[in-house]
Protein backbone atom coordinates (compact mmCIF):
# COMPACT_ATOMS: atom_id res chain seq x y z
CA UNK A 1 0.00 0.00 0.00
CA UNK A 2 3.04 2.64 0.48
CA UNK A 3 4.28 2.13 -2.66
CA UNK A 4 1.13 2.65 -4.39
CA UNK A 5 0.49 5.46 -2.18
CA UNK A 6 4.00 6.40 -2.67
CA UNK A 7 3.65 6.82 -6.26
CA UNK A 8 0.29 8.74 -6.19
CA UNK A 9 1.12 10.82 -3.79
CA UNK A 10 4.62 11.55 -3.79
CA UNK A 11 4.88 14.00 -6.58
CA UNK A 12 1.36 15.94 -5.26
CA UNK A 13 3.47 16.77 -2.07
CA UNK A 14 6.86 17.79 -4.09
CA UNK A 15 4.71 20.31 -5.89
CA UNK A 16 2.39 22.06 -3.21
CA UNK A 17 5.42 22.52 -1.10
CA UNK A 18 7.76 23.46 -3.94
CA UNK A 19 4.47 26.15 -4.33
CA UNK A 20 4.99 27.38 -0.93
CA UNK A 21 9.05 27.34 -0.70
CA UNK A 22 9.91 27.85 -4.27
CA UNK A 23 12.10 25.37 -6.18
CA UNK A 24 15.64 26.73 -4.27
CA UNK A 25 14.47 24.23 -1.21
CA UNK A 26 13.65 21.35 -3.73
CA UNK A 27 16.15 18.96 -2.45
CA UNK A 28 15.02 19.93 1.51
CA UNK A 29 10.75 19.40 -0.05
CA UNK A 30 11.93 15.77 -1.28
CA UNK A 31 14.03 14.92 1.80
CA UNK A 32 11.36 16.15 3.85
CA UNK A 33 8.29 14.18 1.56
CA UNK A 34 10.23 10.93 2.39
CA UNK A 35 10.41 11.48 5.80
CA UNK A 36 6.53 11.76 5.93
CA UNK A 37 6.43 8.61 4.41
CA UNK A 38 9.09 6.93 6.30
CA UNK A 39 6.75 8.13 9.37
CA UNK A 40 3.70 6.48 7.92
CA UNK A 41 5.65 3.01 7.49
CA UNK A 42 6.50 3.01 11.00
CA UNK A 43 2.69 4.54 12.32
CA UNK A 44 1.06 1.99 9.73
CA UNK A 45 3.09 -1.07 11.39
CA UNK A 46 0.12 -1.41 13.84
CA UNK A 47 -3.10 -0.38 12.35
CA UNK A 48 -3.18 1.57 9.10
CA UNK A 49 -5.73 4.64 8.79
CA UNK A 50 -8.69 4.60 7.98
CA UNK A 51 -8.26 7.31 5.35
CA UNK A 52 -4.29 6.86 4.15
CA UNK A 53 -4.44 9.29 1.65
CA UNK A 54 -6.08 12.06 4.21
CA UNK A 55 -3.33 11.14 6.75
CA UNK A 56 -0.51 11.69 4.50
CA UNK A 57 -2.05 15.35 3.50
CA UNK A 58 -2.30 16.23 7.33
CA UNK A 59 1.09 14.78 7.98
CA UNK A 60 2.31 16.89 4.64
CA UNK A 61 0.58 20.01 6.03
CA UNK A 62 2.10 19.49 9.42
CA UNK A 63 5.79 19.01 7.62
CA UNK A 64 4.63 22.37 6.09
CA UNK A 65 4.35 23.96 9.31
CA UNK A 66 7.56 22.43 10.85
CA UNK A 67 9.53 23.86 8.14
CA UNK A 68 8.14 27.13 8.07
CA UNK A 69 8.68 27.42 11.47
CA UNK A 70 12.55 26.14 11.06
CA UNK A 71 12.32 29.21 8.32
CA UNK A 72 11.79 31.34 10.77
CA UNK A 73 8.29 32.46 9.92
CA UNK A 74 5.46 33.72 12.68
CA UNK A 75 3.54 30.51 13.14
CA UNK A 76 0.65 32.59 13.86
CA UNK A 77 0.27 34.39 11.06
CA UNK A 78 -1.66 33.27 8.23
CA UNK A 79 0.72 31.68 5.48
CA UNK A 80 -0.22 33.43 1.95
CA UNK A 81 1.89 32.60 -1.11
CA UNK A 82 1.94 34.92 -4.19
CA UNK A 83 0.20 33.19 -7.08
CA UNK A 84 -0.37 35.66 -9.88
CA UNK A 85 -2.49 38.51 -9.21
CA UNK A 86 -3.95 36.75 -6.26
CA UNK A 87 -2.41 34.75 -2.84
CA UNK A 88 -3.75 31.77 -1.41
CA UNK A 89 -4.18 30.20 1.96
CA UNK A 90 -2.10 26.82 2.78
CA UNK A 91 -5.45 24.94 2.84
CA UNK A 92 -6.60 26.37 -0.09
CA UNK A 93 -3.74 24.10 -1.82
CA UNK A 94 -4.75 21.28 -0.37
CA UNK A 95 -8.06 21.51 -3.13
CA UNK A 96 -8.01 19.45 -5.82
CA UNK A 97 -7.38 21.73 -8.77
CA UNK A 98 -4.28 23.68 -6.87
CA UNK A 99 -2.82 20.16 -6.35
CA UNK A 100 -3.06 20.07 -10.11
CA UNK A 101 -1.85 23.50 -11.04
CA UNK A 102 0.91 22.62 -8.80
CA UNK A 103 1.92 19.39 -10.35
CA UNK A 104 1.51 21.01 -13.72
CA UNK A 105 4.26 24.00 -12.93
CA UNK A 106 6.72 21.03 -11.73
CA UNK A 107 6.28 19.51 -15.11
CA UNK A 108 7.10 22.89 -16.82
CA UNK A 109 10.09 22.97 -14.84
CA UNK A 110 11.10 19.51 -15.61
CA UNK A 111 11.19 20.41 -19.44
CA UNK A 112 12.16 23.61 -18.57
CA UNK A 113 15.00 24.09 -21.57
CA UNK A 114 17.52 24.80 -19.00
CA UNK A 115 17.54 21.51 -18.07
CA UNK A 116 19.61 19.14 -20.14
CA UNK A 117 17.12 17.09 -22.02
CA UNK A 118 18.31 13.62 -20.94
CA UNK A 119 18.24 14.83 -17.62
CA UNK A 120 14.18 15.47 -18.27
CA UNK A 121 12.52 12.55 -17.85
CA UNK A 122 14.90 11.38 -15.11
CA UNK A 123 13.65 14.47 -13.43
CA UNK A 124 10.11 14.27 -14.24
CA UNK A 125 10.04 10.86 -13.25
CA UNK A 126 11.58 11.53 -9.71
CA UNK A 127 9.42 14.91 -9.26
CA UNK A 128 6.13 14.43 -10.69
CA UNK A 129 5.58 10.71 -10.41
CA UNK A 130 7.43 9.53 -7.32
CA UNK A 131 10.04 7.01 -8.92
CA UNK A 132 13.06 5.93 -7.08
CA UNK A 133 16.76 6.36 -8.89
CA UNK A 134 16.83 2.56 -8.82
CA UNK A 135 13.38 2.58 -10.93
CA UNK A 136 14.05 5.63 -13.26
CA UNK A 137 17.27 3.43 -14.29
CA UNK A 138 15.80 0.15 -14.48
CA UNK A 139 13.12 1.96 -16.60
CA UNK A 140 15.62 4.45 -19.05
CA UNK A 141 18.43 1.48 -18.78
CA UNK A 142 20.60 3.35 -16.85
CA UNK A 143 23.08 2.63 -13.87
CA UNK A 144 21.66 4.03 -10.93
CA UNK A 145 24.61 6.41 -10.20
CA UNK A 146 23.88 7.99 -13.81
CA UNK A 147 20.07 8.50 -12.51
CA UNK A 148 21.79 10.35 -9.48
CA UNK A 149 23.62 12.28 -11.77
CA UNK A 150 21.31 13.53 -13.97
CA UNK A 151 19.37 14.47 -10.83
CA UNK A 152 21.58 16.20 -9.25
CA UNK A 153 22.38 18.27 -12.61
CA UNK A 154 19.27 19.19 -13.05
CA UNK A 155 18.58 20.55 -9.33
CA UNK A 156 21.99 22.70 -10.26
CA UNK A 157 20.76 23.44 -13.42
CA UNK A 158 17.33 25.38 -11.56
CA UNK A 159 19.36 26.23 -8.59
CA UNK A 160 21.67 28.20 -11.23
CA UNK A 161 18.69 29.82 -13.45
CA UNK A 162 16.93 30.94 -10.45
CA UNK A 163 14.03 29.65 -11.92
CA UNK A 164 10.18 30.77 -10.92
CA UNK A 165 8.07 27.69 -10.27
CA UNK A 166 5.06 28.65 -12.68
CA UNK A 167 3.26 27.92 -16.21
CA UNK A 168 4.67 30.20 -18.96
CA UNK A 169 2.13 32.24 -20.77
CA UNK A 170 1.92 33.61 -24.54
CA UNK A 171 4.58 32.18 -26.94
CA UNK A 172 6.92 30.64 -24.38
CA UNK A 173 4.19 28.68 -23.41
CA UNK A 174 3.30 26.77 -26.99
CA UNK A 175 7.25 26.13 -27.09
CA UNK A 176 7.71 25.11 -23.70
CA UNK A 177 4.60 22.43 -23.93
CA UNK A 178 5.74 20.91 -26.98
CA UNK A 179 8.77 19.81 -24.88
CA UNK A 180 6.21 18.82 -21.96
CA UNK A 181 4.27 16.61 -24.30
CA UNK A 182 7.54 14.58 -25.69
CA UNK A 183 8.44 13.94 -22.11
CA UNK A 184 5.11 12.39 -21.88
CA UNK A 185 5.05 10.66 -25.11
CA UNK A 186 8.60 9.34 -24.34
CA UNK A 187 7.50 7.79 -20.97
CA UNK A 188 4.65 6.06 -22.31
CA UNK A 189 7.08 4.79 -25.25
CA UNK A 190 9.02 2.54 -22.58
CA UNK A 191 6.11 1.37 -21.01
CA UNK A 192 4.58 0.28 -24.36
CA UNK A 193 7.26 -1.12 -25.70
CA UNK A 194 9.70 -1.39 -22.57
CA UNK A 195 13.73 -1.60 -22.80
CA UNK A 196 14.30 -3.77 -20.17
CA UNK A 197 15.96 -6.58 -21.29
CA UNK A 198 12.87 -9.45 -19.85
CA UNK A 199 9.71 -7.14 -19.62
CA UNK A 200 8.41 -5.87 -22.46
CA UNK A 201 5.43 -3.49 -21.16
CA UNK A 202 5.33 -1.65 -17.75
CA UNK A 203 2.23 -0.34 -17.05
CA UNK A 204 2.83 2.03 -14.09
CA UNK A 205 4.84 3.76 -16.85
CA UNK A 206 1.59 4.11 -19.36
CA UNK A 207 -0.48 5.43 -16.58
CA UNK A 208 1.76 7.74 -15.36
CA UNK A 209 2.15 9.27 -18.55
CA UNK A 210 -1.78 9.08 -18.80
CA UNK A 211 -2.29 11.19 -15.58
CA UNK A 212 0.50 13.81 -16.83
CA UNK A 213 -1.29 14.31 -20.16
CA UNK A 214 -4.90 14.61 -18.48
CA UNK A 215 -3.30 17.09 -16.02
CA UNK A 216 -2.38 19.17 -19.09
CA UNK A 217 -5.03 18.71 -20.78
CA UNK A 218 -7.21 20.10 -17.48
CA UNK A 219 -5.47 23.69 -17.81
CA UNK A 220 -7.20 25.53 -20.37
CA UNK A 221 -3.95 27.38 -21.29
CA UNK A 222 -2.40 23.78 -22.33
CA UNK A 223 -5.85 22.21 -23.56
CA UNK A 224 -4.53 22.48 -26.64
CA UNK A 225 -5.49 20.08 -29.75
CA UNK A 226 -2.17 18.51 -29.63
CA UNK A 227 -2.63 17.82 -26.18
CA UNK A 228 -5.92 16.08 -26.83
CA UNK A 229 -4.86 13.83 -29.62
CA UNK A 230 -1.69 12.44 -27.40
CA UNK A 231 -4.30 11.96 -24.57
CA UNK A 232 -6.37 10.37 -27.30
CA UNK A 233 -3.48 8.11 -28.67
CA UNK A 234 -2.71 6.84 -25.23
CA UNK A 235 -5.74 5.85 -24.69
CA UNK A 236 -6.07 3.93 -27.67
CA UNK A 237 -2.74 2.05 -27.24
CA UNK A 238 -3.23 1.54 -23.25
CA UNK A 239 -7.10 0.11 -24.37
CA UNK A 240 -4.67 -2.95 -25.66
CA UNK A 241 -2.27 -3.29 -23.43
CA UNK A 242 -4.16 -6.20 -21.34
CA UNK A 243 -3.68 -8.19 -25.00
CA UNK A 244 -0.51 -7.90 -25.83
CA UNK A 245 1.12 -10.17 -23.71
CA UNK A 246 -0.11 -13.80 -22.28
CA UNK A 247 -0.01 -15.47 -18.72
CA UNK A 248 3.27 -16.31 -19.53
CA UNK A 249 4.28 -13.24 -20.51
CA UNK A 250 5.12 -13.75 -24.23
CA UNK A 251 3.88 -11.40 -27.21
CA UNK A 252 0.72 -11.69 -28.43
CA UNK A 253 0.56 -10.56 -32.43
CA UNK A 254 -1.61 -8.29 -33.44
CA UNK A 255 -3.74 -10.93 -35.20
CA UNK A 256 -4.10 -13.05 -32.71
CA UNK A 257 -4.84 -11.06 -30.17
CA UNK A 258 -8.10 -11.45 -28.44
CA UNK A 259 -10.66 -8.04 -29.43
CA UNK A 260 -13.31 -8.90 -27.08
CA UNK A 261 -10.18 -7.96 -24.32
CA UNK A 262 -10.01 -4.36 -25.42
CA UNK A 263 -10.91 -1.96 -22.99
CA UNK A 264 -13.87 -0.12 -24.44
CA UNK A 265 -14.06 2.95 -21.78
CA UNK A 266 -10.36 3.89 -22.44
CA UNK A 267 -11.38 4.11 -26.29
CA UNK A 268 -14.42 6.19 -26.09
CA UNK A 269 -12.14 8.28 -24.33
CA UNK A 270 -9.41 8.36 -26.75
CA UNK A 271 -12.33 9.36 -29.07
CA UNK A 272 -13.80 12.21 -26.85
CA UNK A 273 -10.28 13.53 -26.94
CA UNK A 274 -10.04 12.80 -30.80
CA UNK A 275 -12.97 15.19 -31.17
CA UNK A 276 -11.39 17.97 -29.28
CA UNK A 277 -8.31 17.39 -30.77
CA UNK A 278 -9.38 17.61 -34.89
CA UNK A 279 -10.77 21.40 -33.66
CA UNK A 280 -7.91 22.67 -35.74
CA UNK A 281 -6.18 22.55 -39.17
CA UNK A 282 -2.79 21.84 -38.18
CA UNK A 283 -2.66 18.28 -36.87
CA UNK A 284 0.40 16.71 -35.56
CA UNK A 285 2.47 13.66 -35.33
CA UNK A 286 -0.01 12.58 -32.26
CA UNK A 287 -2.85 13.05 -34.53
CA UNK A 288 -1.69 10.95 -37.25
CA UNK A 289 -0.31 8.40 -34.76
CA UNK A 290 -3.91 8.60 -32.62
CA UNK A 291 -5.71 8.17 -36.55
CA UNK A 292 -3.81 4.97 -36.91
CA UNK A 293 -4.42 3.32 -34.00
CA UNK A 294 -8.04 4.03 -33.74
CA UNK A 295 -8.22 2.46 -37.73
CA UNK A 296 -6.42 -0.65 -35.69
CA UNK A 297 -9.30 -0.39 -33.08
CA UNK A 298 -12.00 -0.01 -35.41
CA UNK A 299 -11.74 -3.16 -37.04
CA UNK A 300 -13.51 -5.91 -35.99
CA UNK A 301 -10.99 -9.01 -36.95
CA UNK A 302 -7.68 -8.57 -38.24
CA UNK A 303 -8.56 -9.04 -41.87
CA UNK A 304 -11.24 -5.91 -41.63
CA UNK A 305 -8.83 -3.62 -40.92
CA UNK A 306 -8.07 -0.60 -42.77
CA UNK A 307 -4.74 -1.22 -44.72
CA UNK A 308 -4.88 1.73 -47.37
CA UNK A 309 -6.33 4.60 -44.85
CA UNK A 310 -3.74 3.54 -42.43
CA UNK A 311 -1.14 3.85 -45.45
CA UNK A 312 -2.42 6.96 -45.87
CA UNK A 313 -2.06 8.28 -42.32
CA UNK A 314 1.43 6.80 -42.37
CA UNK A 315 1.66 8.65 -45.76
CA UNK A 316 0.97 12.22 -43.57
CA UNK A 317 3.01 11.54 -40.96
CA UNK A 318 6.15 11.39 -42.73
CA UNK A 319 5.31 14.28 -44.72
CA UNK A 320 5.48 16.24 -41.96
CA UNK A 321 7.83 14.25 -39.79
CA UNK A 322 9.97 11.98 -41.55
CA UNK A 323 11.63 8.76 -40.42
CA UNK A 324 13.25 5.92 -40.86
CA UNK A 325 10.35 4.18 -38.68
CA UNK A 326 7.48 5.36 -40.38
CA UNK A 327 9.12 4.32 -43.60
CA UNK A 328 9.48 0.89 -42.12
CA UNK A 329 5.99 0.76 -40.77
CA UNK A 330 4.76 1.75 -44.24
CA UNK A 331 6.65 -1.00 -45.85
CA UNK A 332 4.66 -3.38 -43.45
CA UNK A 333 2.06 -1.94 -44.24
CA UNK A 334 2.43 -2.62 -47.99
CA UNK A 335 3.52 -6.11 -46.90
CA UNK A 336 -0.33 -6.45 -45.21
CA UNK A 337 -2.07 -4.93 -48.83
CA UNK A 338 -0.21 -7.11 -50.49
CA UNK A 339 2.23 -4.46 -52.75
CA UNK A 340 4.78 -7.01 -51.89
CA UNK A 341 7.10 -4.60 -55.03
CA UNK A 342 6.32 -1.40 -53.16
CA UNK A 343 6.99 -2.87 -49.71
CA UNK A 344 10.52 -3.98 -50.81
CA UNK A 345 11.27 -0.42 -52.64
CA UNK A 346 11.20 1.05 -49.43
CA UNK A 347 13.07 -1.54 -47.18
CA UNK A 348 15.53 -1.29 -50.10
CA UNK A 349 15.90 2.50 -49.51
CA UNK A 350 16.56 1.82 -45.68
CA UNK A 351 19.60 1.08 -44.33
CA UNK A 352 19.49 -1.04 -41.18
CA UNK A 353 22.29 0.30 -39.09
CA UNK A 354 20.38 3.45 -39.18
CA UNK A 355 17.83 2.09 -36.82
CA UNK A 356 20.89 1.12 -34.47
CA UNK A 357 18.78 -1.03 -31.70
CA UNK A 358 15.77 -1.16 -33.22
CA UNK A 359 17.60 -3.21 -36.46
CA UNK A 360 16.46 -6.17 -35.77
CA UNK A 361 12.69 -4.54 -36.91
CA UNK A 362 14.14 -4.34 -40.27
CA UNK A 363 15.29 -7.99 -40.89
CA UNK A 364 12.37 -9.31 -39.26
CA UNK A 365 10.00 -7.06 -41.56
CA UNK A 366 12.21 -8.29 -44.54
CA UNK A 367 11.28 -11.93 -43.28
CA UNK A 368 7.45 -10.79 -43.61
CA UNK A 369 7.63 -10.25 -46.90
CA UNK A 370 9.78 -12.88 -48.29
CA UNK A 371 7.30 -15.56 -46.03
CA UNK A 372 4.84 -14.09 -47.95
CA UNK A 373 6.46 -14.30 -51.21
CA UNK A 374 6.75 -17.45 -51.09
CA UNK A 375 10.42 -17.69 -50.20
CA UNK A 376 10.41 -19.64 -46.67
CA UNK A 377 14.55 -19.93 -46.70
CA UNK A 378 15.12 -16.83 -47.70
CA UNK A 379 12.74 -15.43 -44.65
CA UNK A 380 14.37 -17.70 -42.20
CA UNK A 381 17.79 -16.31 -42.99
CA UNK A 382 17.01 -12.54 -42.52
CA UNK A 383 14.54 -13.65 -39.01
CA UNK A 384 17.83 -15.07 -37.52
CA UNK A 385 19.54 -12.01 -38.26
CA UNK A 386 16.62 -9.98 -36.51
CA UNK A 387 16.85 -12.65 -33.35
CA UNK A 388 20.69 -12.06 -32.84
CA UNK A 389 20.08 -8.27 -33.13
CA UNK A 390 16.87 -8.41 -30.85
CA UNK A 391 17.74 -7.75 -27.16
CA UNK A 392 15.17 -7.53 -25.39
CA UNK A 393 13.88 -11.54 -24.71
CA UNK A 394 10.58 -11.02 -24.90
CA UNK A 395 10.65 -10.41 -28.23
CA UNK A 396 13.05 -12.47 -28.75
CA UNK A 397 11.12 -15.50 -27.74
CA UNK A 398 8.18 -14.05 -30.09
CA UNK A 399 10.75 -13.89 -33.45
CA UNK A 400 12.37 -17.50 -32.68
CA UNK A 401 8.44 -18.43 -32.64
CA UNK A 402 7.72 -16.84 -35.55
CA UNK A 403 10.99 -19.15 -36.94
CA UNK A 404 9.47 -22.06 -35.13
CA UNK A 405 6.37 -21.67 -37.72
CA UNK A 406 7.99 -21.13 -41.14
CA UNK A 407 10.91 -24.02 -40.51
Request: net charge neutral.
Amino acid sequence: MIDHLFRHQYGKMVSILTRIFGLQHLEMIEDAVQDTFIRAMMSWRKQIPDNPEAWLTQAAKNRILDLLRKLNADQKREFKIASGSSSLAINELFLEHEIGDSQLRMIFTACNPVLNPKDQIAFSLKTISGFSSQEIAASLLLKEETVKKRLIRARKAIQKANLSFEIPMGQELSRRLVRVLEVIYLIFNEGFHSNKKNILIREDLCGEALRLCKLVRQNPNTATPDAHALFALLCFHSARLKSKVNEHQEIISLRSQDRSKWYGPLIILGHSAMNQAVETEAFSVYHYEAAIASEHLKAKTYEDTNWDQILIWYEQLQKISPSLFTQLNIAAIHIQRGAFSQAEQYLMRLDPESLEQKAYLYFATYADLLKYQGDPEGALKQLEIAIDLCSNEVEKQYLLKKKNEIS
